[in-house]
């Protein structure tokens, strides 16, 4: 599994003579350039549509680097022509900040996504606890702790900035981060003890098939509405991958879609995530017409 805190140390080196003629026109008579580095963040999501595309691509004869990265250095990677490509970009409020800090050098390429949210989450065993105002009442049986991600995503901020101030909860409870993984394994153990606790969670996200959860009510609306998840490219990119990027343009998956390709790419005991995406797309070929058009004919997966 990835994590989210896994970049390698040529992103931090500002990747060298390995680059993608960052800058270069595409090739002659408007064919894209054949080289794509995407960059990967450890989010569930992220994971299996990034493989999603890795598959895709491949098949129709680019080379293509997955960079696995963290959030900061993604966005940066682009914003300087290190990378090319962001899959996982939620809009209007989780990352907001990194548009507004790199706008003007970096190109969005639309919206594949429209119900992702952010959300306060606990097992449904915890039957007392049905709002993010109930948590208060229970600080002392969840150790005065919620579980949390990574302490650069959106999500840690809008829970940090937002959620617990405005429901007191800065004054019964600290913030843990770490990782998705972590949090993962430690709701898992929770989950399976039968223990309280409360995480930091999001939709789309497969721990909803692994456990019964509920994401807790929200009535001041401070995890914020739901959000789209765009894809967002570097400078040129649409120049360098004119057919690319109206592929990209034209994809977009519903809850359903995105439900049963998280299955097959980060479920528990899942090995090969490429596997698992080459697997949904030979389940899926109206997918494939319908977000890349002719240029899904003969595409066998």
């Known amino acids: 599994m990835y994590s989210h805190k896994g970049l390698k140390s040529l992103v931090a080196a500002g990747m060298g003579g390995v680059l993608l003629l960052t800058g270069c026109a595409a090739e002659e008579g408007g064919e894209d350039l054949k080289e794509v580095e995407i960059a990967l963040i ?95 009442r229970h600080s002392d ?62 939709r789309p996200h497969p721990a909803y098939a692994q456990y019964g ?20 490219g570097r400078g040129g990119f649409g120049e360098d991958y004119p057919e690319l990027t109206e592929w990209i343009q034209d994809w977009t998956m519903n809850d359903d879609e995105l439900a049963e390709l998280e299955v097959l790419t980060v479920a528990p005991g899942v090995e090969d995530a490429t596997a698992g995406a080459r697997e949904w797309l030979s389940k899926n070929p109206m997918f494939l017409e319908r977000t890349m058009g002719e240029a899904a004919q003969g595409l066998e997966f």
């Open 141 to 202: 049986a969840l150790g005065g702790t919620i579980v949390g991600i990574e302490p650069d995503a959106g999500l840690t901020r809008v829970t940090r900035d937002q959620a617990m101030p405005g429901y007191l909860l800065d004054e019964e409870f600290d913030l843990e981060t770490s990782s998705g993984a972590s949090m993962m394994a430690e709701l898992g153990e929770a989950y399976e003890a039968r223990e309280p606790i409360v995480v930091t969670l999001w």
């Open 42 to 136: 450890g989010w569930e999501e992220a994971i299996a549509v990034t493989h999603l595309w890795e598959v895709i691509l491949e098949e129709k004869g680019y080379d293509v680097t997955v960079t696995e990265t963290d959030l900061t250095s993604a966005f940066e990677g682009v914003a300087n022509g290190e990378l090319d490509l962001y899959l996982d970009m939620w809009l209007p409020v989780t990352h907001h900040e990194y548009m507004d800090e790199h706008r003007g050098r970096v190109e969005t390429l639309g919206s594949w996504y429209d119900n992702a949210s952010l959300t306060l989450t606990v097992p449904e065993y915890m039957e007392d606890v049905a709002s993010i105002d109930d948590l208060p």
């Open 213 to 232: 959860l509920k994401d807790l009510e929200d009535p001041q609306g401070l995890m914020g509405e739901a959000e789209n998840i765009h894809s967002v």
